[in-house]
C-alpha cells in the first residue's frame, strides 16, 4: 500500500513521536533528492522539513539525552515496486544516554561534565611515633597500626568521613577524622587512667587543572587537580595516676593543643583497568606561619575499584608528618610526630 507524500510524513510523525515517549533516542534516515541519506539522531521530524535545527554534538557526556548530529552516509538500494521507496524514514531506537559520575575519595570525579558529589565513610588505622611536650613534660609516643588495632576496645567514638562536591572544573573537600579513646591500667601502687582525643578537620577548594580523556583506558581519563585550603588540628592527652595508699593525693596531668595550617596541595588520578584506578595526593601546610606549624607533609596514595556504577572500594595509605614549636600560654610547646598506617573507604559517586 503507498502512501502519498502527506501521508507518509503524518506517519513519520507519528511514530516519532510514539517512540520518543517510551524515553530513546530517535534516528530518522530520509532519501533526498540528490540520492543521499541523512541520519537525524533525536530530530521528531522528516528530512523534507525546512525548520531542522541541528546541535553541535551527539556527545552523551554533555547531557542525560542524545543531541542531535548530522552524518552523510551512502545510499540504500529502493524498492522497485516503490520508486520513492527511498524517500520513506527508517527509524532506529538507539540507547538513551545518561551521565553518571566517575571517581572517588582523595582523587576526585574521573570527569567534570556537571554537578558532582562524593560521599566516603572510612577508617584509618593510623599509628603514631614522635613526642609532643609542654614546658619541661615531654610523652615519647611509639603507637604501631598493629597495637591500634589491638586496642580498637578503647576507642570511645569515631568519625571518619570525606565529601566533595563540585561543578565542572571547581570543587570543595571536606574532610573529619575525629577519635576519642580511653583506657586504664591497674598496678600495685597506683592505677592509671589515660585518655586521648584527636581531631583533624580539612576545607580544600580544589580546582581541575588537566584532564586528559582515553588515557591508557579508552572512556577514562588522566586527571590533575591543584588544592589549597586549611586544615584544623587538635591533639589531647591526659593521665591520672591514683595512688592505692589514700595518704598520697592523685596526680593529674593534661597536654592539649589546637592550631589551623594553611595546605597546598595536588593530586592525581590514573586509570589503570576498566574497573581500576590508582591515585595520590601530597600536601604541604603551615609554613611558619603565625602559630601553625613550622611544617607539615600529608601523603596519601591507593587504588579505587569500582564495584558499580556509582560505588566504590577504596584501599590506600595516608601519612602526615608534623613538626610545630610554639608556646602554650608562657611554655614552650613541641609537636613533632608523625601519623601513619592504612585505611578503606566504601565511596558512592553521585
Known sequence: MAFSPVGRRFFSLALTGLLAALGGTVQASEGTEQGTLVKLGGVFTD???????PCVSNDLSSSPSSLVSLEAVAPGPALETDPQASAK????MTQPGIQLVDGG???????????????????????????????????NIDLTPGRVLQHLGDVDGALMLHTEVGRGNLGF??????????????????????TFSQTLLEGLGMYRAIEMPDFLVEGKSLTVDFLAGGRYYQFSNGFAIYPVNPALPPLQTNLTATWVDLVLGVRTRVPVTNSLDAFARVDAGGFGISSSSTMAWNLIAGVDYKMTANSSLIAGYRQL??????????QPFDFNARLYGPFMALAFQF
Open 321 to 330: 608528618d608534623i613538626n610545630k614549636q610554639s608556646y602554650s600560654g608562657t
Open 47 to 53: 528530512a523534507a522539513a525546512t525548520d531542522i535545527v
Open 105 to 139: 575519595p582523595y582523587a576526585g570525579p574521573s570527569s567534570t561534565g556537571g554537578t558532582w558529589v562524593l560521599i566516603a565513610p572510612y577508617g584509618w588505622i593510623a599509628g603514631m611515633k614522635g613526642e609532643v611536650g609542654i614546658g619541661n613534660r615531654v610523652l
Open 89 to 92: 524514514p527508517i527509524y532506529t
Open 173 to 194: 573537600i571536606l574532610d573529619g577524622n575525629l577519635i576519642r579513646a580511653s583506657t586504664s591500667v591497674s598496678t600495685a601502687p597506683a592505677q592509671i587512667d589515660v
